[in-house]
């Protein structure tokens, strides 16, 4: 039986950066002629096992991604065929295949001999090997890490459009980085930039999604939806910075991922600020003193100081409760930022009101 060979010879390693995304994206196509690959015969012990593994899960047909590749224009200007662009792209994608063994320990791609990948082109291949959607995270976003979850990908995949093999490469991204870093000691940014050599965005992006999956925050609500990705990675970064046991002790384990527990026992003291009458009138005073003239929702701050004081500091003080901090943000949306909301207030106003709630708290007798 004759076998038609299509053979790249090279030095260092063709990779398109069009087409390296075009796989990421999920475009695989489909083909029926697989078979027919298992019969090569690679000399090279370990490239023929490289090779073989490839041949058997790869795609036989990427007319998907050639017909992107088409429609954006690759073939004008030069004489190459359909043809050679249909061998260049499948050759491309089983070295994109092989590889990807290696981008799961990023570490270990510099210091293989398989494929001569300049520096600059590793950084590219692993960055956007670990790169997502926000769409994609925002729907798994505070959910558990699991099969369970995983399952539900085509469901996610189907709302997204983001394709599911996409879809399941970014989750198991998540998931890796999980569990390589949920028990090292330092700083949980570091780590993930020292084991997955990813840019420092990058590092702090997956620190929030590690950081919401451990404590399960609950950001799937409607009440949350205007909510993006960023808006909650800001939000981690801000707690992880002040709130958790790194923030006190930079070498203990689990130091960036666990909200460090005498601090929420702590914040149960702050109930004396709205359980104290005299405390509370004296609070308010303070803090309506220095907010009189600067903003233009003044009245609406005096008249609900009491309802809004009692609703920061009621969430603070449950916090000890496994189910109040997965509520934290659904909390906080219902408790004070509607109620700001519904009075018209602007972020400058919100940013106001809290400098001022909190400097008069320090003032008072009970805070010195």
Same mark, same amino acid.
């Given at each position: 039986?004759?076998?038609?060979?299509?053979? *790249?010879?090279?030095?260092?390693?063709?990779?398109?950066?069009?087409?390296?995304? /075009?796989?990421?994206?999920?475009?695989?196509?489909?083909?029926?002629?697989?078979?027919? /690959?298992?019969?090569?015969?690679?000399?090279?012990?370990?490239?023929?096992?490289?090779?073989?593994?490839?041949?058997?899960?790869?795609?036989?047909? !990427?007319?998907?991604?050639?017909? !992107?590749?088409?429609?954006?224009?690759?073939?004008?200007?030069?004489? %190459?065929?359909?043809?050679?662009?249909?061998?260049?792209?499948?050759?491309?994608?089983?070295?994109?295949?092989?590889?990807?063994?290696?981008?799961?320990?990023?570490?270990?791609?510099?210091?293989? #001999?398989?494929?001569?990948?300049?520096?600059?082109?590793?950084?590219?291949?692993?960055?956007?090997?670990?790169?997502?959607?926000?769409?994609?995270?925002?729907?798994?976003?505070?959910?558990?890490?699991?099969?369970?979850?995983?399952?539900?990908?085509?469901?996610?995949?189907?709302?997204?459009?983001?394709?599911?093999?996409?879809?399941?490469?970014? +989750?198991?991204?998540?998931?890796?980085?999980?569990?390589?870093?949920?028990?090292?000691?330092?700083?949980?940014?570091?780590?993930?930039?020292?084991?997955?050599?990813?840019?420092?965005?990058?590092?702090?992006?997956?620190?929030?999604?590690?950081?919401?999956?451990?404590?399960? *925050?609950?950001?799937?609500?409607?009440?949350?939806?205007?909510?993006? *990705?960023?808006? +909650?990675?800001?939000?981690?970064?801000?707690?992880?910075?002040?709130?958790?046991?790194?923030?006190?002790?930079?070498? !203990?384990?689990?130091?960036? !991922?666990? #909200?460090?527990?005498? +601090?929420?026992?702590?914040?149960?003291?702050?109930?004396?600020?709205?359980?104290?009458?005299? /405390?509370?009138?004296?609070?308010?005073?303070?803090?309506?003193? %220095?907010?009189?003239?600067?903003?233009?929702?003044?009245?609406?701050?005096?008249?609900? *100081?009491?309802? #809004?004081?009692?609703?920061?500091?009621?969430? %603070?003080?449950?916090?000890?409760?496994?189910?109040?901090?997965?509520?934290?943000?659904?909390?906080?949306?219902?408790? +004070?930022?509607?109620?700001?909301?519904?009075?018209?207030?602007?972020?400058?106003?919100?940013?106001?009101?809290?400098?001022?709630?909190?400097?008069?708290?320090?003032?008072?007798?009970?805070?010195?």
């Amino acid at each position: 039986m004759s076998v038609e060979l299509d053979v *790249f010879v090279v030095n260092t390693t063709i990779m398109d950066e069009e087409v390296y995304q /075009l796989w990421l994206d999920g475009y695989t196509g489909l083909g029926h002629n697989i078979n027919q /690959l298992t019969h090569i015969d690679i000399l090279d012990t370990v490239i023929h096992q490289s090779y073989e593994s490839c041949y058997l899960s790869a795609p036989s047909s !990427v007319n998907d991604a050639v017909k !992107v590749r088409m429609e954006g224009g690759v073939l004008e200007g030069c004489e %190459a065929s359909a043809e050679v662009l249909h061998s260049d792209t499948m050759d491309q994608y089983r070295t994109f295949q092989m590889c990807e063994r290696l981008l799961h320990s990023p570490v270990k791609l510099a210091n293989q #001999l398989l494929f001569q990948i300049p520096p600059h082109r590793q950084v590219m291949l692993i960055e956007r090997y670990y790169a997502f959607d926000s769409v994609f995270v925002r729907e798994v976003l505070g959910k558990k890490l699991s099969k369970g979850t995983k399952k539900d990908l085509d469901d996610v995949s189907a709302k997204t459009g983001v394709t599911l093999k996409s879809c399941r490469r970014q +989750f198991d991204n998540f998931k890796r980085v999980f569990k390589v870093v949920e028990e090292l000691k330092g700083p949980l940014v570091e780590n993930i930039r020292q084991h997955f050599l990813l840019s420092d965005k990058l590092a702090r992006d997956y620190a929030a999604i590690v950081f919401f999956a451990n404590n399960r *925050f609950e950001t799937g609500k409607k009440k949350l939806h205007y909510l993006t *990705f960023q808006d +909650f990675a800001f939000c981690a970064g801000q707690l992880i910075s002040n709130w958790t046991v790194g923030a006190l002790d930079n070498m !203990v384990e689990d130091m960036d !991922v666990d #909200l460090e527990k005498e +601090f929420l026992q702590d914040l149960k003291e702050l109930k004396i600020l709205i359980t104290d009458r005299d /405390l509370l009138d004296q609070h308010k005073s303070l803090v309506c003193t %220095a907010l009189r003239g600067k903003t233009k929702a003044f009245n609406e701050m005096e008249a609900n *100081f009491k309802n #809004l004081s009692r609703g920061l500091v009621n969430i %603070a003080a449950k916090l000890t409760n496994t189910k109040e901090v997965r509520d934290f943000f659904i909390d906080l949306v219902e408790k +004070f930022i509607e109620p700001c909301r519904s009075d018209k207030w602007t972020a400058g106003d919100m940013r106001l009101y809290l400098t001022h709630y909190t400097n008069s708290a320090h003032v008072l007798d009970t805070f010195k």
